[in-house]
């Protein structure tokens, strides 16, 4: 069994190629063939968005480091970090030498079972040992204040596996049996990643010890950062311009450059204890890297079989909104103050419906940047650019993932940079929503001639469900800039009408059933409610 598995050689991540084939590359050719490969292929999207940062990191640690030649140079304002990007942009892949020799240097940090840098994880080298019969070979690492990290078998990290039992967990499973008693080292290096960014809380709660200053305390895995806010991220015609399009290279509330980047293979000194309310650094190659877990993969026979895990680093709420991928909402504070805040992909709600937690004023402020790279002409005028929205849930307390979701919304440039065409988007979703309330009241009127006891609000609700699902795309259009808003209009109040049409006519039946005369006056009352509804939503927007 080699020793090393050293991830900018070895092939760990699987990419995309624009003929569909999936294969796998080591971080170096990643950045040296990026613009020949049309996106991330791993097991789940929410992998690729964990692997994704990772790029982002050193993207935008080689962006400020090296210009456009490969030349050593460190970026000095605003400014020049646009002119090195859209330099970087023209050339239409990531320069060579820069990614030689950043890679040469910090080879050695990106082994993934390194004695002292094992990379994203926590080196037990000198950790002190208990014995605990479930682990291998009876015993599990303990931190000098007391809290022991947890065996995890890799079914337990492994997202592609069905679990019954309070771990995480993830609606597309396709493993069972002892094929998720091991892994091979590629495989679970990509799940390292995911784990780091996606974890649940299980892991290290209710554990007591007395910190630094003698005070008793309780370690408790808290959530991950990607994991407080659905994520958006602008996806290119290639995964060269998804990796720079998310290449924030300044702060987008200040406009000045981040401080000094530092991912966390470069620090020197890895802390191993767990570590609550840090500050959110102004670093996005640092906060790209944050170790929410402290874990150490374990192998078997070349195999991983499982790891050590326990809570890791979080940081405070205070300065979430320096996330330049978050969604975002305005949220009250305890101090009732209103802040903004990252905000979860609500549960089936799609994700038009958001737009304005996504771009705008609130907006993510990866779209701000986007929008800054169209305004100077970097990202040329004719390309419309998709952004991925990505989020997940968990259960109780945070404890196994319930769900993963997975969105893509088109917004034109003259969307992103016109801030009266954000304010519309907004009042038509208002609109469109009363429109679903009157067609969910005519599902309800229908459900009575249908049953003249009560009402079934099944009816009203699937309906209503089928009027977003009609309306969405001419929406999307809308934000993509192929529909106007006058087009929009006609089709909220069309798709409205087909629905209602569409429902009468396939059960004209059941609609019709048992007294004709009777069950004709309840159907002519509800077509008639519809219209009364509509007609008073159309003055209301005349008005």
């Not at 999936?22 to 991330?40: M, P």
């Not at 492994?158 to 493993?175: C, E, F, H, I, M």
């Not at 970097?378 to 390309?383: G, L, N, R, T």
Request: aromatic residues 10%.
């Amino acid at each position: 069994m080699a020793d090393t598995y050293n991830l900018v050689d070895e092939p760990w991540i699987c990419l995309l190629s624009t003929g569909g084939e999936v294969t796998k590359e080591g971080l170096k050719n990643v950045f040296l063939k990026a613009h020949e490969f049309l996106d991330l292929g791993g097991e789940l999207r929410l992998q690729d968005m964990a692997i994704l940062r990772l790029l982002i990191a050193i993207s935008v640690t080689i962006l400020n480091r090296y210009d456009e030649n490969g030349m050593k140079s460190d970026l000095q304002d605003k400014d020049a970090a646009l002119n090195r990007f859209g330099e970087v942009w023209k050339a239409g892949k990531f320069n060579p030498k820069a990614v030689e020799e950043y890679f040469d240097k910090w080879y050695e940090r990106f082994d993934l079972f390194d004695e002292e840098y094992p990379f994203f994880q926590l080196s037990l080298k000198n950790m002190r040992w208990i014995k605990d019969k479930e682990c291998p070979n009876g015993e599990k690492p303990v931190f000098e204040n007391g809290v022991f990290m947890k065996w995890l078998q890799i079914a337990n990290i492994n997202g592609r596996v069905q679990r019954s039992d309070n771990k995480p967990n993830a609606p597309y499973k396709d493993l069972a049996g002892a094929a998720v008693e091991v892994v091979d080292v590629d495989e679970a290096a990509r799940w390292l990643l995911f784990y780091n960014a996606y974890a649940d809380c299980s892991v290290g709660k209710r554990q007591d010890f007395v910190d630094q200053k003698g005070n008793k305390a309780t370690a408790n895995a808290e959530m991950t950062l990607p994991s407080k806010g659905a994520l958006v991220t602008p996806v290119g015609k290639n995964l060269f311009e998804t990796i720079m399009l998310n290449s924030v290279l300044f702060n987008m509330n200040t406009k000045e450059l981040y401080d000094s980047l530092c991912p966390v293979w470069e620090e020197n000194v890895r802390e191993p204890e767990i570590i609550k309310g840090r500050l959110i650094p102004n670093d996005l190659a640092r906060m790209y890297t944050q170790q929410a877990r402290r874990i150490s993969l374990v192998r078997k026979e070349g195999k991983v079989i499982g790891a050590f895990a326990s809570a890791g680093e979080s940081y405070g709420s205070d300065l979430l909104w320096t996330e330049p991928a978050f969604m975002m909402q305005e949220t009250k504070v305890k101090t009732k103050e209103v802040k903004n805040m990252p905000m979860q992909c609500k549960s089936g709600v799609d994700i038009w419906r958001e737009v304005d937690h996504i771009a705008g004023e609130k907006g993510a402020l990866v779209t701000k940047w986007v929008n800054v790279l169209q305004d100077e002409d970097i990202v040329s005028e004719d390309d419309v650019v998709p952004f991925r929205v990505t989020g997940i849930s968990y259960g109780s307390m945070n404890c196994g993932i319930q769900s993963m979701t997975e969105d893509r919304i088109v917004l034109s440039r003259q969307f992103l940079e016109d801030t009266d065409l954000q304010a519309d988007a907004v009042k038509e979703i208002a609109r469109i929503d009363e429109i679903a309330k009157a067609v969910y009241g005519f599902g309800n009127d229908c459900s009575q001639c249908m049953n003249f006891d009560k009402k079934d609000k099944r009816i009203g609700r699937q309906l209503s469900d089928q009027y977003y699902g009609a309306i969405g795309q001419a929406f999307r259009a809308y934000l993509a800039g192929e529909l106007s808003v006058q087009d929009l209009r006609n089709a909220e109040f069309d798709c409205a009408r087909n629905v209602s049409n569409q429902f009468v006519e396939q059960n004209i039946k059941a609609l019709l059933r048992g007294k004709p005369g009777e069950n004709e006056m309840y159907l002519g009352k509800a077509e008639k409610n519809l219209g009364i509804h509509l007609a008073k939503i159309k003055r209301k927007l005349n008005g």
